[in-house]
Nanobody, 117 residues
Framework: QVQFVESGGGLVQPGGSLRLSCAAS????????MVWYRRAPGKQRELVAR???????IYVDSVKGRFTISRDNAKNTVYLQMNSLKPEDTAVYYC???????????WGQGTQVTVSS
């Protein structure tokens, strides 16, 4: 069974930083592009960042220059470094593997990120 477990969220002040981790099981993440999504209150889940199997990256415009997605294939883990956080980054963050049309596994619990003073 493929499973992703997100961690590293929390409460942070505007301008602060967090590093999210996504530990995978039941799948070899190095074979897939990996994605981070987020769902803010009252909004649909949106793609935040994607890293290809060759480590090319793309980001939604709102996080460009502030967030960095990376992967450690040896640990089967994907990360999202978030700097200069803003209140509008408040959301539950989820990771998954990208299968082209949709994602590989059911969404996990995610990790809550709250940016507030």
């Amino acid at each position: 069974q493929v499973q992703f477990v997100e961690s590293g969220g929390g409460l942070v002040q505007p301008g602060g930083s967090l590093r999210l981790s996504c530990a995978a099981s039941g799948i070899i993440t190095s074979a897939y592009p990996m994605v981070w999504y987020r769902r803010a209150p009252g909004k649909q889940r949106e793609l935040v960042a994607r890293i290809s199997a060759t480590s090319s990256t793309i980001y939604v415009d709102s996080v460009k220059g502030r967030f960095t997605i990376s992967r450690d294939n040896a640990k089967n883990t994907v990360y999202l470094q978030m700097n200069s956080l803003k209140p509008e980054d408040t959301a539950v963050y989820y990771c998954n593997a990208d299968r082209g049309v949709g994602v590989v596994a059911d969404w996990g619990q995610g990790t809550q990120v709250t940016v507030s003073s």
